[in-house]
């Protein structure tokens, strides 16, 4: 089990900015770009930006901006910090960040400033990335501090667009000064940035909690602008023009500032630079063997791969920061017997970690109106993606009324209710067969309309590991067992009422589903046995990949 059966020499996932710019109106510079504001070809939304302009109600002036137009990135504007840390008096960046930062990981492209992490040694460290400033170049005080920006989706990288107070010493040192976190994400958690500020508490110590905000999105992977407006009475943040967080100055100012008789506004009233870096690991996202940084190009039946997303379910309990246990019969979740007639009660208490498995039992056990309980999980809320290879190593029970599934589902219902959004049966079986297991595509307009395509596929025996899997592209999906295709479904073949795009509905964000029913429309409502007493499900791992070029 664990991190010795992931394949790969080199880590390659990139962070990339389009545009930044920062506009204020009450402002104290430090240095002012004189650059002239240029439009991005690749983007038509991201034309010239304007000298003077009004954002969210505020009137702005432009007082610093870098579109990343030219060949190199600006040093005149830029500084690239090297090393591991200790040569500014920190350990690990004081984060125990994994990488060791160069210049060699930033170029600029294609009007993008890309950022670079790679599985390379580098003196003591085994990771590469870079980090650059604005410190002693450009600082302000107040204004609307923004930058457009895609990620990537990679367990252990951990991208942030942040500001730092130009002066080190005027509140006491770090975090006494502050600082701005317009924004952070974890690699591994797709769907969620998060906003915060730091600053001293009534000791002196760090504060952060009580103003760390998340906001839920599609894909970082996609392209957002991550901003803050700052004045002396109030920060706020936004994504993508949505403000998900407002704090006060009266909320931000401690009595540590108040005893001493500083500004109301402190320490949020002096000049902030600015910072964009791609970490890899560090304690924003723990330092527990699931968050290490993963080995990330393979090669599987010829397709070149960069992972997304492990779960190697190597620690003492499930990680319910990765998955959601779902409860009861459906009855939460708009369902009657969860849509299928079956005959458990979901409780988390069924799912385990065991010598290095998930392990799902099914048990004979009367929990309210149901004789039956199991376990249900899903990444929903934490991990979602569209193309690539999805696969998991499992072991099933044997006998009859057990239905388990690996699956996906779309994360939203973009085309409409189920099935017109889509989902994608990797693996189901009926346990009273143990030669056979199944796999399906529903999809076409909502329930009761929908329709299906599905395969019967012969295995040697269920009750033995195998691995399943597929492989999703825009035009085909391809589902194997142990490396062996069995079934290939084309796009021409699926459709959505609520879309004629041609790879609709299965072009959006799936995420993983895995269970172990008790009876259900699959098994022609056949239940356990009368002397059945459990059933276990092993799942070994679960990893997702995606196309390596799609990625880079």
């Known amino acids: 089990m664990g991190n010795s059966k992931l394949i790969g020499v080199l880590l390659l996932m990139v962070m990339i900015i389009s545009g930044l710019f920062m506009s204020g109106c009450n402002f104290n510079s430090k240095n002012t ?59 690990d960046w004081g984060n125990e960040e994994k990488q060791y930062y160069t ?6 492209s294609d009007g993008n400033l890309v950022i670079t992490a790679r599985k390379e040694s580098r003196v003591t460290k085994d990771y590469t990335s870079a980090r650059i400033n604005t410190k002693g170049k ?35 040192g770090w975090p006494k000064n502050g600082e701005i976190d317009i924004m952070e994400a974890r690699g591994r958690v797709p769907t969620t940035t998060e906003s915060t500020l730091h600053r001293a508490d009534g000791n002196g110590g760090d504060i952060w909690t009580d103003t760390n905000k998340v906001a839920n999105i599609e894909s970082i992977k996609d392209w957002h602008v991550y901003a803050v407006e700052w004045n002396k009475t109030e920060i706020k943040f936004y994504v993508d023009e949505t403000c998900i967080s407002t704090m006060t100055s009266a909320q931000w100012n401690t009595s540590y500032y108040q005893s001493r008789g500083f500004s109301m506004s402190a320490p949020f009233d002096k000049d902030f630079y600015i910072i964009l870096n791609l970490a890899v690991g560090g304690q924003y996202d723990g330092t527990n063997a699931t968050n290490t940084p993963l080995p990330s190009i393979v090669n599987i039946n010829g397709n070149k791969y960069v992972m997304t997303f492990s779960d190697e379910f190597d620690g003492d309990a499930l990680d319910t920061d990765v998955w959601y246990c779902e409860n009861g019969t459906g009855s939460n979740y708009g369902l009657t017997d969860w849509g299928n007639y079956e005959l458990e009660y979901y409780l988390k208490d069924n799912a385990r970690i065991d010598d290095g498995n998930l392990v799902i039992t099914a048990m004979a056990e009367t929990v309210r109106t ?51 959004s889509g989902e994608i049966d990797i693996m189901e079986a009926n346990c009273a067969n143990v030669n056979q297991t199944t796999c399906a595509l529903h999809y076409g307009k909502t329930w009761p309309y929908n329709t299906y395509v599905a395969n019967t596929n012969s295995v040697s025996d269920i009750t033995d590991y195998h691995v399943y899997a597929i492989e999703w592209k825009a035009e085909t999906i391809d589902w194997y067992i142990d490396d062996v295709k069995v079934y290939t479904v084309s796009a021409d073949t699926w459709w959505t009422d609520g879309s004629d795009a041609a790879s609709a509905p299965f072009d959006k964000n799936f995420y993983i589903v895995l269970n172990l029913a008790v009876g259900g429309n699959y098994l022609n409502g056949k239940k356990p046995s009368s002397d059945f007493e459990y059933a276990e499900m092993f799942v070994d791992y679960v990893r997702v990949y995606q196309y390596y070029n799609e990625t880079t």
């Open 103 to 108: 210049s060699d990981n930033v170029e600029v």
């Open 370 to 420: 149901k004789n039956y309980t199991s376990a249900r999980i899903n990444t929903k809320e934490s991990f979602g993606q569209t193309y690539g290879r999805f696969e998991a190593r499992i072991k099933l029970p044997s006998g009859q009324g057990l239905w388990p599934a690996f699956w996906l589902m779309p994360v939203s219902s973009f085309y409409g209710t189920w099935a017109a």
């Open 33 to 91: 770009n004189s650059n002239t504001p240029s439009s991005d070809s690749t983007d038509p939304s991201a034309s010239s930006i304007p000298t003077h302009t009004v954002i969210n109600g505020n009137d702005y002036v432009l007082t610093f901006n870098d579109e990343f137009d030219g060949a190199t990135l600006d040093t005149d504007v830029w500084y690239c910090e090297n090393g591991t840390g200790s040569d500014y008096g920190l350990t």
């Open 138 to 172: 450009f600082s302000q005080t107040y204004g609307r501090f923004e930058a457009r920006i895609k990620m990537p989706a990679v367990t252990g990288l951990w991208p942030a667009f942040w500001l730092l107070p130009e002066s080190e010493s005027d509140y006491g």
